[in-house]
């Protein structure tokens, strides 16, 4: 029998059961795995009102706090809502997940560097910026001493 998905529609692999959600548009029951997920964040006052907010505000810079809402969808309620398309047979053979839109201006700037500065014997400072910043910290530590004993085991 011809099989339209590699996955048949699911990420369960290897499991027998999932557990049900409830599709946030039309309540059905849907597997976890197989529900379309979307967070959506937005802001709990609408655009309109934000301007009145900060000119009434005792506060200088007050954040608005803002509404988190993970949605999830059935698969005929995310087709109808558009939230995702159907797709030709070549193009479903490509998994990689469509880019993410970040806004700039939410993040506060990233400190350029925050690991210690090396001085090793005879050498002059050197400075290492902060590019891998979520698991490779470590790795990174860790080459950074072998290139600072490296260099201090040189001769001058």
């Known amino acids: 029998m011809a099989v339209k998905r590699r996955n048949g529609g699911r990420s369960k692999h290897g499991r027998g059961h999932v557990k049900f959600v409830r599709c946030t548009n039309c309540a059905r029951c ?4 197989k529900a379309i997920k979307k967070f959506v964040i937005r802001n709990i006052v609408e655009a309109a009102a934000v ?4 000119e009434q505000s005792v506060y ?10 993970k949605l999830h969808y059935c698969v005929s309620c995310a087709i109808h809502s558009k939230v995702v398309r159907n797709r030709s047979k ?6 990689t997940p469509p880019q993410r839109f970040r806004p700039s201006g939410d ?17 002059g400072l050197i400075l290492i910026c902060d590019f891998f910043r ?6 990174l530590v860790a080459v950074v001493a ?11």
């Open 134 to 139: 979520h698991r490779r910290d470590s790795k």
């Open 60 to 69: 200088d810079s007050y954040a608005l706090p803002k509404l988190y809402a």
């Open 30 to 33: 849907v597997p976890k795995d």
């Open 90 to 95: 070549e193009a479903r053979k490509i998994r």
């Open 107 to 123: 993040r506060p700037p990233r400190p350029v560097c925050h690991l210690p500065i090396v001085k090793p014997r005879g050498v």
């Open 51 to 54: 301007r009145d907010i900060t």
């Open 146 to 156: 072998l290139a600072a004993r490296s260099l201090a085991d040189a001769p001058e």
